[in-house]
């Protein structure tokens, strides 16, 4: 039985030492020291021996089983050791790579330039405004003197919800809405961008939907000269100190005195040019002085309370300072277009 045990120890020995991975190990574990194996079938078989001879051989077993067990032990540890430091020489991060650049996006030129005007506002001491884009015909048209039978209104054909409720054609409403809120309890120094539909053919230059800035100032003794003192001051710091701007008398139906107002062509210094059309002059604004019906319908005294508003096109202004041909290349989404105006 002693050379049965030696020659068991031996042999498991040898096949730890053979073992090329932990499931190899764990078999050579299950074969001599599972309670199938040789060395527990020894022991289960002492019963058989001698008193004399049953302890010697017992501890014998034992010492055979400990001595395997311990190698094994010592295997499995070498192995896991090993196996981690493999692990970690292939997941080795060599942190002087260059990196992979991140695609990141880019403000849309309209955003650029719907937020250089805010901010230049923002400096004039207005707040931004806004409101529904879903509006009804009252604030949308009613409210800005404008009823339903004035033909001022085939300017602005919309897409109808219901007889009454209509996509808004323009900002002004937001404006008419902030006058009947505040009613004669201050003044009102405010500007409104946002989206604006019309029922247009989409062409070059025509949109069926695009945005407006409009702005509103009301307040006691406000005159014309406030209108072209904030304009021009406008004009100058969006499209260069050098620039002059010139009124031109116009109509809307909610200002009264109404006027354009133009900057001289960047291209020709005033000249006159393909970009003016020889004039010397680009049109940027139109503006007036609020129609004191519009101020009574807001519940604003004409005789206590004037004001001055204005409206412009963000893609117009964007197409002038960018070289921009086409409006509809804003809403088309082509990064490559877009792309454009990285650090413009
Ligand atoms: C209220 C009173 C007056 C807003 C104004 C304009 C002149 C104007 C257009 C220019 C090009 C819009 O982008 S555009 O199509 N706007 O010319 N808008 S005065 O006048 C108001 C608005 C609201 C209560």
Same mark, same amino acid.
């Given at each position: 039985?002693?050379e049965?045990?030696?020659?068991l120890?031996?042999?498991?020995?040898?096949?730890?030492?053979?073992?090329?991975?932990?499931?190899?190990?764990?078999e050579?574990?299950?074969?001599?020291?599972g309670?199938?194996?040789?060395?527990?079938?020894?022991?289960?078989?002492?019963?058989k021996?001698?008193?004399?001879?049953?302890?010697?051989?017992?501890?014998?077993?034992?010492?055979?089983?400990?001595?395997?067990?311990?190698?094994?032990?010592?295997?499995q540890?070498?192995?896991?050791?090993?196996?981690?430091?493999?692990?970690?020489a292939?997941?080795?991060?060599?942190?002087?790579?260059?990196?992979?650049?991140?695609?990141t996006?880019?403000?849309?030129?309209?955003?650029?330039?719907?937020?250089?005007?805010?901010?230049?506002?923002?400096?004039?001491?207005?707040?931004?405004?806004e409101?529904?884009?879903?509006e009804?015909?009252?604030?949308?048209?009613?409210?800005?003197?404008l009823?339903?039978?004035?033909?001022?209104?085939?300017m602005?054909?919309?897409?109808?919800?219901?007889?009454?409720?209509?996509?808004?054609t323009?900002?002004?409403?937001?404006?008419?809405?902030?006058?009947?809120?505040? &009613?004669?309890? %201050?003044? *009102?120094? #405010?500007?409104?961008? @946002?989206?604006v539909?019309? =029922?247009?053919?989409?062409?070059?230059?025509?949109?069926?939907?695009?945005?407006?800035?409009?702005?509103?100032?009301?307040?006691?003794?406000?005159?014309?000269?406030?209108?072209?003192?904030?304009?021009?001051?406008?004009?100058?710091?969006?499209?260069?100190?050098d620039?002059?701007?010139?009124?031109?008398?116009?109509?809307?139906?909610?200002?009264?005195?109404?006027?354009?107002?133009?900057?001289?062509?960047?291209k020709?210094?005033?000249?006159?040019?393909?970009?003016? &059309?020889?004039? %010397?002059w *680009?049109? #940027?604004?139109?503006a @007036?002085?609020v129609?004191? =019906?519009?101020?009574?319908?807001?519940?604003?005294?004409?005789?206590k309370?004037?004001?001055?508003?204005?409206?412009m096109?963000?893609?117009?202004?964007?197409?002038?300072?960018?070289?921009?041909?086409?409006?509809?290349h804003?809403?088309?989404?082509?990064?490559?277009?877009?792309?454009?105006f990285?650090?413009?």
């Amino acid at each position: 039985m002693e050379e049965r045990l030696k020659e068991l120890e031996a042999l498991a020995l040898e096949q730890v030492s053979q073992a090329q991975n932990l499931k190899q190990l764990n078999e050579v574990r299950v074969a001599y020291l599972g309670k199938k194996g040789p060395i527990t079938e020894i022991l289960k078989g002492m019963g058989k021996l001698s008193a004399e001879e049953r302890p010697k051989m017992g501890a014998l077993a034992n010492v055979v089983r400990e001595a395997v067990a311990s190698k094994i032990e010592e295997k499995q540890a070498e192995m896991e050791k090993a196996e981690v430091a493999k692990k970690l020489a292939s997941e080795t991060i060599d942190v002087t790579l260059p990196g992979r650049p991140a695609p990141t996006g880019n403000p849309h030129p309209l955003t650029k330039v719907i937020e250089e005007i805010e901010d230049l506002f923002l400096g004039m001491g207005y707040t931004i405004t806004e409101g529904p884009e879903v509006e009804t015909d009252y604030y949308n048209f009613e409210a800005l003197n404008l009823p339903k039978d004035h033909p001022a209104r085939d300017m602005q054909d919309s897409f109808y919800i219901t007889d009454e409720v209509l996509l808004r054609t323009q900002t002004s409403p937001v404006q008419a809405r902030t006058m009947e809120a505040n &009613k004669e309890k %201050g003044p *009102i120094k #405010i500007i409104c961008p @946002g989206k604006v539909y019309r =029922r247009d053919d989409d062409d070059a230059t025509h949109s069926h939907q695009f945005t407006q800035i409009e702005g509103l100032v009301i307040d006691k003794n406000i005159s014309m000269s406030d209108l072209k003192g904030t304009l021009e001051t406008f004009a100058k710091k969006m499209f260069g100190e050098d620039r002059e701007i010139r009124l031109r008398p116009s109509f809307f139906p909610f200002t009264e005195p109404s006027v354009e107002i133009d900057v001289t062509c960047a291209k020709c210094g005033g000249k006159g040019c393909g970009m003016c &059309k020889g004039t %010397g002059w *680009i049109e #940027i604004l139109g503006a @007036g002085m609020v129609h004191p =019906r519009v101020l009574e319908m807001s519940g604003y005294d004409p005789k206590k309370y004037q004001g001055f508003a204005f409206g412009m096109g963000p893609e117009r202004i964007a197409m002038l300072r960018y070289g921009i041909d086409d409006i509809r290349h804003f809403y088309t989404n082509d990064q490559r277009f877009v792309k454009q105006f990285n650090r413009v």
